[in-house]
């Protein structure tokens, strides 16, 4: 099952744009993170957030955790046609390696 | 590239069939996972392999099994494939035992296609 929905599921800018994406989930966890998969290949791994964490930078990529609301965002700074893929967020729970995902944001930039 | 390999790429199978897919761990990597992601959807997790056990498993029904060897590789066998069995295979590496690390490296998928 589904643990996370992405919202939007669709998202369409400009190069040179912020992109956000938004993402929430059931129950608790003890981490959560965030993966861009191009064209139904592999997933490569973005960015990981603890649950004792609110917010984490990784070079233009910005990760907020709200555990009360059980809910996280990724933002994409400054936007480039390279960024255009689906992105994924995944949470874990204490004690499991299980990777639970949402179903995804699919965003494209456009040059 | 994260160093995790997976074969064959692309594969077509009829219905009834059993299919074996392959995985490579990345380096240093003792833990292997494997997913299946169906057109549009996010990765369903099946099940682990530590130390050559299956250490949980999602909601897969038996005809869903594996294997890790020594080397620390894995295989997925599915028989009786339905049609629903159709989609991409993800197998994500990662390294059990070193505190507190959920970053799971995942090759880049085998898609079967069952007819």
């Known amino acids: 099952s589904q643990q996370g929905e992405e919202d939007p599921q669709a998202l369409s800018i400009q190069e040179g744009e912020n992109a956000t994406m938004n993402c929430s989930y059931k129950t608790s966890i003890n981490n959560l993170q965030w993966y861009r998969q191009n064209s139904g290949r592999g997933l490569v791994h973005l960015i990981l957030i603890r649950s004792n964490e609110r917010e984490k930078h990784s070079g233009r990529l910005r990760v907020t955790l709200d555990t009360s609301k059980k809910s996280s965002s990724l933002l994409i700074t400054a936007s480039r046609a390279a960024d255009t893929a689906s992105y994924f967020c995944?949470?874990?729970?204490?004690?499991?390696?299980?990777?639970?995902f949402g179903k995804g944001t699919k965003l494209s930039v456009i040059p | 590239e994260t160093g995790v390999t997976q074969s064959p790429t692309h594969l077509i199978k009829t219905r009834g069939q059993q299919v074996t897919l392959r995985c490579s761990s990345q380096s240093g990597h003792n833990t292997v996972s494997w997913y299946q992601q169906a057109l549009g959807q996010g990765p369903q997790f099946i099940f682990q392999?530590?130390?050559?056990?299956?250490?949980g498993r999602g909601n897969f029904p038996p005809r869903f099994s594996g294997l890790q060897f020594p080397n620390y590789s894995s295989e997925l066998n599915v028989n009786a494939l339905e049609l629903d069995d159709s989609a991409l295979y993800l197998c994500a590496s990662s390294s059990k035992g070193q505190g507190v690390r959920q970053t799971q490296y995942f090759g880049p998928g085998t898609r079967l296609l069952v007819l």
């Open positions: 392999y530590y130390r050559e056990e299956e250490n």
């Open positions: 995944a949470t874990d729970k204490a004690g499991s390696y299980q990777l639970t």
